[in-house]
């Protein structure tokens, strides 16, 4: 059997299981349909934004900002 890696959301660690379309993938890098609905409804004013700004950067933005 083949070595297959089930994605795992960058931002809340949730490795999922089901059908791909559900959630986003960017730049390689999985996010779960759970944490794109926060990403969507949060403001600056939410903790949970902070989360995801360092987030991005840690991963998504090392490769793109130098």
Same mark, same amino acid.
């Given at each position: 059997?083949?070595? !297959?890696?089930?994605?795992? !959301? %960058?931002? !809340?660690?949730?490795?999922?299981?089901?059908?791909?379309?559900?959630? +986003?993938? +960017?730049?390689? &890098? &999985?996010? !779960?349909? =759970?944490?794109?609905?926060? +990403?969507? *409804?949060?403001? #600056?004013? /939410? =903790? &949970?934004? &902070?989360? #995801? #700004? /360092?987030? %991005? *950067?840690e991963t998504i933005w090392k /490769? +793109? #900002?130098v």
């Amino acid at each position: 059997m083949p070595n !297959c890696k089930l994605p795992q !959301c %960058f931002l !809340c660690g949730k490795i999922y299981r089901g059908n791909l379309e559900e959630g +986003i993938i +960017i730049r390689g &890098y &999985y996010i !779960c349909e =759970s944490c794109e609905e926060k +990403i969507m *409804k949060i403001t #600056v004013n /939410d =903790s &949970y934004y &902070y989360k #995801v #700004v /360092d987030r %991005f *950067k840690e991963t998504i933005w090392k /490769d +793109i #900002v130098v």
